[in-house]
T-cell receptor, first 118, second 117 residues
Framework: AQKVTQAQTEISVVEKEDVTLDCVYE???????LFWYKQPPSGELVFLIR??????QNEISGRYSWNFQKSTSSFNFTITASQVVDSAVYFC???????????????FGKGTKLSVIP | EPEVTQTPSHQVTQMGQEVILRCVPI?????FYWYRQILGQKVEFLVS????????KSEIFDDQFSVERPDGSNFTLKIRSTKLEDSAMYFC???????????????FGPGTRLTVT
């Protein structure tokens, strides 16, 4: 069975600091997909990134970067020069490869609440 | 930009009543999902729907729950006899094949907050 662990429940940083959110996953599949979603105080879930298990290249998007390491089953998310608008709950999620059932259900971690203090 | 919409944004109902939560997925998407999030907890998968039938469902999705795509646009979740523990945020999501990949990125609606009293 698949599992996602986000050990950090809450993190507080001062604006402009860098912060890394940890995500560790478990799966028996060799093909799987990893995601990060942002949930701001308004409650919606905002898709940030998808990563395929066969592509370990790290990715950078503006102030966001993601470090995927299959050797440690981790998919960590770093925000550089954090801003108050980054305050949200961040969820890491895992979807296993095509099962023949025709869907890709997401298994979420419990989330990390990030508070950026001005 | 296309988005998933959900109505109502907040539903209050009494225990034992039936509720229907409505979703309009992104128009060219093929897969539809319901998830729920009990306050302060993680998001949990309920059910997926493809080609007019349920693809997968979780243990949470018992006989009290049903889903339907009554027309070409709406996707509904019905809870027949609500319980206090059904109080949660319910998210609808839809997905279609991402270009150049076998992965299906799921785009979520804003959610319906269900309160059972």
């Amino acid at each position: 069975a698949q599992k996602v662990t986000q050990a950090q429940t809450e993190i507080s940083v001062v604006e402009k600091e860098d912060v890394t959110l940890d995500c560790v996953y478990e799966t028996r599949d060799t093909t799987y997909y990893l995601f990060w979603y942002k949930q701001p105080p308004s409650g919606e879930l905002v898709f940030l990134i998808r990563r395929n298990s066969f592509d370990e290249q790290n990715e950078i998007s503006g102030r966001y970067s993601w470090n995927f390491q299959k050797s440690t089953s981790s998919f960590n998310f770093t925000i550089t020069a954090s801003q108050v608008v980054d305050s949200a709950v961040y969820f890491c999620a895992l979807s296993e490869g095509y099962s023949g059932a025709g869907s890709y259900q997401l298994t979420f971690g419990k989330g990390t609440k990030l508070s950026v203090i001005p | 930009e296309p988005e998933v919409t959900q109505t109502p944004s907040h539903q209050v109902t009494q225990m034992g009543q039936e509720v229907i939560l409505r979703c309009v997925p992104i128009s060219n998407h093929l897969y539809f999902y319901w998830y729920r999030q009990i306050l302060g907890q993680k998001v949990e998968f309920l059910v997926s729907f493809y080609n007019n039938e349920i693809s997968e469902k979780s243990e949470i999705f018992d006989d009290q729950f049903s889903v339907e795509r009554p027309d070409g646009s709406n996707f509904t979740l019905k809870i027949r006899s609500t319980k206090l523990e059904d109080s949660a945020m319910y998210f609808c999501a839809s997905s279609a094949r991402a270009s150049g990949s076998n992965s299906y990125e799921q785009y979520f609606g804003p959610g319906t907050r269900l309160t059972v009293t």
